[in-house]
């Protein structure tokens, strides 16, 4: 059974940063593809970054040049580095663990519980 742990959500203003980490469990992390999502209220959960196993990355247009993410294979971890946070940003973050190796064609798989990010103007 695959368990992902979010952590770093928070408060922050319009323009500051924040780092949002994801810890897997029960799962052949090493050799998948792993992924954040978000979801606003009132709106449908969207694709924000995506990563394979070998590190190559996929962005929603909506980040790119903004949000980086990473991964540590050896500790089965997932990061998103969010810089020059704006208030559309706001919203839940999930973690995703796939069941294919795909950052492009992500497919979604396992989902973290979520963490808040709320970014005031």
């Known amino acids: 059974q695959v368990q992902l742990v979010e952590s770093g959500g928070g408060l922050v203003q319009a323009g500051g940063s924040l780092r949002l980490s994801c810890a897997a469990s029960?799962?052949?992390?090493?050799?998948?593809?792993m992924a954040w999502y978000r979801q606003a209220p009132g709106k449908q959960r969207e694709l924000v970054a995506a990563?394979?196993?070998?590190?190559?990355?996929n962005y929603a247009d909506s980040v790119k040049d903004r949000f980086t993410i990473s991964r540590d294979n050896a500790k089965k971890t997932v990061s998103l580095q969010m810089n020059s946070l704006k208030p559309e940003d706001t919203a839940v973050y999930y973690c995703?663990?796939?069941?294919?190796?795909?950052?492009?064609?992500?497919?979604?798989?396992?989902w973290g519980q979520g963490t808040q990010v709320t970014v005031s103007s």
């Open positions: 990563i394979t196993s070998a590190g190559s990355t």
């Open positions: 995703n663990h796939s069941p294919l190796d795909s950052s492009v064609y992500y497919r979604p798989g396992y």
């Open positions: 029960g799962s052949l992390f090493s050799i998948k593809a």
